[in-house]
């Protein structure tokens, strides 16, 4: 089972959503991502250059030699982020040493409020073995592009504060950076562990 959110982030959901009376939400009308494997589509994945823990800049070329998994999302997200990255801690431990074999990589589509700083904190809240990245608007833009992720930032009631709506899955890329499958935000935990032992094992 996934484990228990942390309090800290819990907490943090409450008072945004209380503070506001906000109701958030990652339109429904959106797709949750690629519903096929590797087809002669659009072609999804490619190079970027994003900031981590420190200020290390981080490249496909560094996630590239094991297959990795990329979630989208923001730090500042009440209900789908937090649930998705909940999630893929449990993931990591469900998959015991098979872990090893691959990566899990978090990237913010908020840079304007998700610094290296920020987004180091809220993930280590999870796991320490998922990499936080950021970077410039025009760096998130260009992954968003390449990766064909859908994300708007959409102004709050208050006219001083705003979400994001973007695709809510876990992008599935092989070793060498190619695109394999999705985790959609519906799918159970047995649904998940079966398509990251698929990728895992080839």
Known sequence: ?????????????????????????????????????KTDGPQIGGPFDLETTGGERVSEADLKGKPFAIFFGFTHCPDVCPTTLNEMAGW???????????????VTVDPARDDAETMTYYVEAFSDRIIPLTGTEAEIDS????????????????????TMNHTAAVY?????????????FKDEQDQALRKLRALVEG
Do not use: C, H
């Open 143 to 162: 992954m968003a592009n390449t990766y064909k992720i859908y994300k708007e930032k959409v102004p709050l009631d208050d006219g001083e504060d705003y």
């Open 92 to 106: 990591i431990d469900a998959l015991g040493e098979q872990a090893d074999d691959m990566r899990f990589a978090f």
């Open 172 to 184: 599935l890329m092989d070793a060498e950076g190619e695109f394999v499958d999705v985790i959609s």
């Open 1 to 37: 089972m996934p484990r228990t959110i942390p309090l800290i982030i819990v907490a943090a959901v409450a008072i945004l959503l209380a503070a506001g009376g906000v109701a958030w939400t990652i339109l429904s009308s959106q797709p949750d991502g690629p519903r096929s494997t």
